[in-house]
């Protein structure tokens, strides 16, 4: 449940309750007044569901940032006029840059419908509620502060702008992981201006019937690679997308939905799929006193938390919450409300990343590889270090410490091939997943995009030049992968996008004679089919039998299977994550410089994660320490002993000898 919700923590006490008010003794003293006003009125119990409650209804922050400047004025999509007409209602048109600052209170009553543990269906609603108050601060859409009390719990979150924050008495400060993006409560028809921003950029999806009102459909979705940045060692975002239901007749926002769809695997594990969906119905627009703006000061959110993976044998594991929310005060342009009060507590780890260019040097060879950097640590030495061992050869080291869940850095591969069964649904050059029509065609390929068309024409055009059935039916019958690599190696090395040594500082597999002798006719075919094409002596020369033996063997220990995590955003959710469990994500297989040197463990500090297409993503999977070895795992770290020494000795050429396998497990 932490990862679907940072601010589920433990109780803050009386006693630090006080203290942290303290702490934001600056701010105004009526709102602090107010604050104690509100909780003279409030049961403080300890309630266990309050917990979960705050969790997901507490500070939930909305699935896409707003956009940096839009214009009410100009027209040039249905969501655009579909926006122009909230706008209007609310009459936040007309207020163009005036209002400098605006200040909240409300309060919530907050109910869990059905345990955690409880049922496997939804039953009767609880007669425990819990009440609360909240008081929210916010400066033009990207700067807001909020601090929420409920069943003698207080958590907080805030954002500067650059990064967005959370308080909870369980981990302190923390940072929110992805871009910087609204507060979900003030989307429930409290901020016209935000809602406008936000939704501008949405797609007209068609109409539909809310409570008897018929609305336009908005549907926005997250990008893959906010998806990413949001996701850690055992909690991969899949999915997140958000719908705004506007009302034909008056142009109000009637309804707001969000639903996320987030994979949860352990290593050694199989994944469990936690589907979150959020439901907020406004009621009660009028207008602010004083102002012609109109806002919502009530309505009602509902929350369905769903469970679902081979692990839970009862089936689907459902978990409903309710809140109800009403507005007590709101008021524009507070005086004193500077941009000091968004500034994030000074004991917070900004987590968020630069990427940076690092050069690493091994055997005299130049190595560029994709590091990322804290940015409070951008004139620091860079996270990872290539070295060598006693044992194990070259390995890469942390040259500093790396916390659980960190990106390590990324990498491109040098070579990256589809197999043969995903050819007519990834990209050619990528290995990205096509949908739809969104491909790009080339004499029996397609690509993803026209840049990966234009970055492949090179090979493609060598390979096109040549009749490869032969070699494509040798692969197919004798189930083998790497020879189809060792054929756009050789296309990209004539057409001059790579040398032919470009893989000689990989380290090499120990060939058996057997396996040799049949790798052979693999060869032969190869060779007679650059022939046959009437290539030059020279363009070919460098395919002997000995450079194909050694790049095939080279290939073999070091290609990683590629299985994509994220799909297109066509994909059903329930059909995604189904593809996911039953290993339909894989679609290729590439090579790659820096991950190469990761050596094996089966209880790894790391691991590789694709998302989209074949750039690879290193992750730690626990805190790792300045000097510690960053190790990954081979093969699957859910097997026993006997089959991971089998497959590793087979496979990989070694026996391992870390810790868990010492051990017997």
Not at 563 to 592: I, N, P, Q, R, T
Not at 606 to 618: G, K
Request: aromatic share 8%.
């Amino acid at each position: 449940m932490q990862r679907l919700a940072p601010l589920m923590e433990e109780p803050m006490d009386q006693e630090e309750q006080e203290e942290e008010r303290g702490r934001r003794s600056t701010r105004s003293k009526s709102w602090k007044k107010w604050i104690k006003t509100q909780l003279q009125f409030m049961v403080f119990q300890k309630k266990p569901d309050m917990k979960v409650l705050l969790s997901v209804l507490g500070c939930p922050l909305f699935p896409v940032p707003p956009l940096s400047k839009i214009s009410l004025q100009q027209v040039s999509s249905s969501a655009q006029y579909i926006i122009q007409h909230f706008a209007a209602a609310t009459g936040c048109k007309k207020l163009g840059g005036e209002i400098k600052n605006t200040f909240v209170t409300g309060k919530i009553t907050m109910t869990m419908v059905n345990d955690l543990n409880g049922s496997t269906s939804v039953g009767t609603a609880s007669s425990v509620s819990h009440k609360g108050c909240f008081v929210m601060w916010q400066m033009l859409p990207e700067k807001w502060l909020i601090e929420l009390v409920g069943g003698g719990h207080k958590v907080a979150a805030g954002s500067d702008g650059e990064i967005a924050w959370r308080y909870t008495p369980w981990l302190g400060d923390h940072a929110a992981k992805g871009a910087i993006r609204p507060l979900r409560r003030a989307l429930q028809g409290l901020d016209p201006l935000t809602i406008s921003s936000v939704f501008s950029s949405a797609q007209f999806v068609g109409e539909k019937e809310i409570n008897g009102k018929d609305c336009f459909v908005l549907k926005l979705s997250t990008d893959q690679i906010d998806l990413s940045r949001r996701s850690d060692s055992t909690a991969e975002m899949i999915k997140h997308v958000a719908f705004g239901y506007f009302s034909q007749k008056s142009g109000l926002l009637v309804c707001l939905e969000d639903s996320s769809l987030t994979r949860i695997q352990i290593p050694g594990t199989v994944p469990t799929y936690w589907e979150t969906s959020m439901s907020s119905w406004m009621e009660d627009y009028r207008a602010i006193e004083g102002s012609e703006v109109v806002i919502a000061h009530s309505g009602k959110t509902d929350v369905l938390i769903s469970r679902f993976g081979e692990t839970l044998k009862g089936g689907i594991s459902v978990t409903r919450m309710e809140e109800r929310w009403t507005i007590d005060d709101v008021a524009f342009d507070v005086p004193g409300l500077s941009v000091d009060c968004f500034i994030p507590p000074k004991e917070m780890k900004m987590e968020f990343y630069h990427q940076d260019e690092e050069l690493l040097t091994l055997n005299s060879k130049k190595i560029w590889v994709s590091a990322v950097r804290r940015a409070h640590a951008c004139t620091g030495p860079p996270p990872i270090r290539v070295g060598l061992t006693e044992s194990a050869g070259r390995a890469v080291f942390a040259t500093r410490r790396i916390g659980s869940g960190d990106l390590i850095h990324t990498a491109k591969p040098v070579l990256a091939s589809p197999s043969l069964l995903s050819l007519d649904s990834v990209c050619y050059l990528c290995l990205k997943k096509l949908m739809g029509s969104a491909k790009f065609h080339d004499c029996g390929v397609s690509y993803c995009s026209q840049e990966c068309q234009e970055n492949a024409k090179g090979f493609y055009d060598v390979e096109t030049r040549a009749d490869w059935s032969s070699f494509v039916d040798y692969c197919r019958t004798q189930n083998f992968k790497y020879p189809l690599m060792v054929k756009r190696l050789s296309c990209m090395i004539i057409s001059g996008a790579l040398s032919a040594d470009s893989l000689d500082i990989l380290q090499p597999a120990a060939l058996t004679s057997e396996m040799i002798s049949k790798i052979e006719d693999g060869y032969g075919l190869l060779w007679n089919a650059f022939r046959k094409a009437n290539f030059k002596d020279e363009d070919v020369a460098f395919l002997t039998k000995q450079w194909y033996t050694a790049v095939l063997a080279r290939i073999r220990i070091n290609a990683f299977r590629i299985d994509l995590v994220g799909g297109s955003c066509g994909e059903d959710l329930l059909s995604l994550a189904a593809a996911s469990v039953e290993g339909e994500g894989a679609v290729g297989h590439a090579v790659y410089m820096l991950p190469s040197f990761y050596n094996h463990d089966c209880d790894p500090n790391a691991h590789i994660l694709w998302l989209q297409n074949a750039d690879a993503r290193l992750m730690t999977l626990r805190d790792v320490e300045e000097g510690e070895e960053l190790r990954i795992c081979y093969i699957d770290a859910s097997m026993g002993y006997e089959a991971r020494q089998t497959l590793l000795s087979q496979g990989f050429g070694f026996c391992c000898n870390c810790l868990r396998c010492q051990s017997g497990d």
